[in-house]
């Protein structure tokens, strides 16, 4: 049984930072892509940013770029994503999924966590 559990949100001042972590169990992890994905009330599932199961190839969307760092550890099968200079547009469910392939499209991902919450105060 896979299991995808996140962890790491909570409650920021804008300007701050905060590190989401990932964990998977039940596959083999570096076996997979990782993605993470966010969703603010009201709106569809967007996605961040993703990491090829080897860490050689990595993808941000625009709004990300230059304050977000993915990475992942798969000794440790935990995915990660270092979050700096957060704004409240940040505000959302952030969720980690694992595919065969690194994409920010949702329907590329065969496994999602149940999310962590990220809040991000003016």
């Known amino acids: 049984q896979v299991q995808v559990v996140e962890s790491g949100g909570g409650l920021v001042q804008a300007g701050g930072s905060l590190r989401l972590s990932c964990t998977v169990s039940?596959?083999?992890?570096?076996?997979?892509?990782m993605g993470w994905f966010r969703q603010a009330p009201g709106k569809e599932r967007e996605g961040v940013s993703c990491?090829?199961?080897?860490?050689?190839?990595?993808y941000y969307s625009d709004s990300m770029k230059g304050r977000f760092t993915i990475s992942r550890d798969n000794a440790k099968n935990t995915l990660y994503l270092q979050m700096n200079s957060l704004k409240p547009e940040d505000t959302a469910m952030y969720y980690c999924a694992a595919s065969a392939y690194c994409s920010v499209r949702t329907a590329a991902y065969n496994y999602w966590g149940q999310g962590t919450q990220v809040t991000v105060s003016s």
């Open positions: 039940g596959l083999t992890f570096d076996d997979y892509a």
């Open positions: 990491i090829a199961q080897s860490g050689g190839y990595i």
